[in-house]
């Protein structure tokens, strides 16, 4: 087996261990003949890796026992519906956090809901900095608050949670959960696409505190209503199985790895190497505010555009996959999420080095 080192944004590199282990078992999961995927969602087996993914998750993050942990689909951006629906509870206004294209798109479909106030917004600077807590404006009546705590294409990290009061703090981590600690208890609500720390795409996690739950606006489907997926478990209908299932080995890889603290660590080491590089090597710059720096992307423009093509292929050729920048920002980005080893960072220093000194 060869595998090459997967800088892709999402659906991200998963644990090579992960991998393997879920090879491993495909075919006959446990010795009862069949695979996971081929089980019922309501067979014990079934129930037994859904529960334990859960406790795992919980595990991890120190989820307090007044949160659900809701394994949902639709991804990320049908939270971005589902916020307003089950969180406005009789409200009509929500305040929003402007840093990129994930928080614009939050925005447009709060709007078809309620009033939305942009409490702060950098697209004047370009999104490439996150506002501070002296600088948002927030409303006393706002149903919430919500946020993109990492935005994945712009490359922009808050390095502070948002003080809301009373309001509840929505963030949509879907770039960044389990990448360091952090309180839970100071969000409402929590949300998270698999597709980029957590496990394959088609399951997206939300951990919302229980006291939000079971005050939808009026004519909210079944499907979008979290207290109906809290009261059956996440299995109103079927839920995406292998996904939840592959999730589950991603949480233990985790536990194994010495949890989200030693991930922090890890992710720290990661993103100080290269961002170190690019800031003493004329050929690469990045545009982000220093302490708004991603550590889970970075994007970086190569000092001459025309070098883009060139830049991509010869990487390609050296098994670092997936280095073009979003397509609306061009240039590159190496997303080195929790699964991204240290090695692969090294690896991509030492080409990124060696590139510049021989078109530099
Ligand atoms: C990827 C991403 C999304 C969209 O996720 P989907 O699962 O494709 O809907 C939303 N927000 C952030 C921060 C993301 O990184």
Redesign the pocket.
């Known amino acids: 087996m060869s595998r090459i080192f997967n800088f892709c944004?999402?659906p991200a590199t998963l644990p090579t261990a992960v991998l393997e282990r879920a090879g491993g078992e495909l075919a006959d999961w446990h010795g009862t003949g069949m695979s996971i995927m081929e089980m019922s969602h309501r067979s014990k087996e079934f129930v037994g890796v859904a529960e334990k993914a859960e406790q795992d998750l919980r595990d991890l993050m120190g989820i307090p026992d007044n949160y659900k942990v809701l394994f949902m689909q639709?991804?990320?951006?049908?939270?971005?519906t589902m916020i307003p629906m089950n969180l406005l509870r009789g409200g009509s206004k929500a305040d929003y956090i402007n840093t990129g294209q994930?928080?614009t798109?939050?925005i447009k479909e709060a709007k078809r809901f309620c009033e939305v106030n942009v409490a702060a917004s950098t697209e004047g600077n370009n999104f490439t900095s996150a506002p501070s807590q002296a600088e948002l404006n927030l409303s006393p009546d706002a149903a919430y608050v919500h946020y993109?705590p990492?935005?994945?294409?712009g490359g922009v990290e808050f390095d502070y949670v948002p003080d809301t009061g009373d309001v509840p703090l929505v963030a949509?981590?879907?770039?960044?959960i389990l990448s360091e600690a952090i309180d839970v208890s100071k969000f409402g609500l929590i949300y998270?696409?698999?597709?980029?720390n957590i496990g394959p795409?088609g399951l997206?996690v939300v951990i919302v505190r229980e006291d939000l739950l079971g005050n939808t606006i009026e004519g909210t489907p079944t499907m979008f209503d979290y207290k109906v997926a809290a009261d059956n478990g996440s299995m109103y209908n079927t839920p995406p199985t292998y996904s939840w299932y592959l999730a589950g080995l991603v949480f233990e890889w985790l536990k194994e790895q010495g949890g989200v603290e030693a991930m922090a660590e890890l992710n720290r080491r990661k993103a100080e190497k290269l961002y170190g590089f690019i800031d003493t090597n004329d050929f690469y710059a990045n545009p982000v505010a220093k302490n708004n720096r991603s550590r889970m992307?970075v994007p970086f423009t190569l000092a001459d555009a025309g070098l883009d093509k060139t830049f991509l292929a010869e990487s390609e050729q050296a098994g670092l996959m997936n280095l073009a920048g979003h397509r609306s920002v061009g240039g590159m980005r190496a997303s080195i999420y929790n699964a991204v080893p240290e090695d692969g960072v090294d690896a991509l220093i030492a080409f990124m080095a060696d590139f510049a000194k021989r078109h530099g």
């Open positions: 944004a999402g639709g991804g990320a951006s049908s939270q971005f994930w928080s798109k939050a993109t990492n935005e994945t294409i949509d981590y879907s770039s960044s998270a696409g698999a597709q980029k795409a997206c992307n």
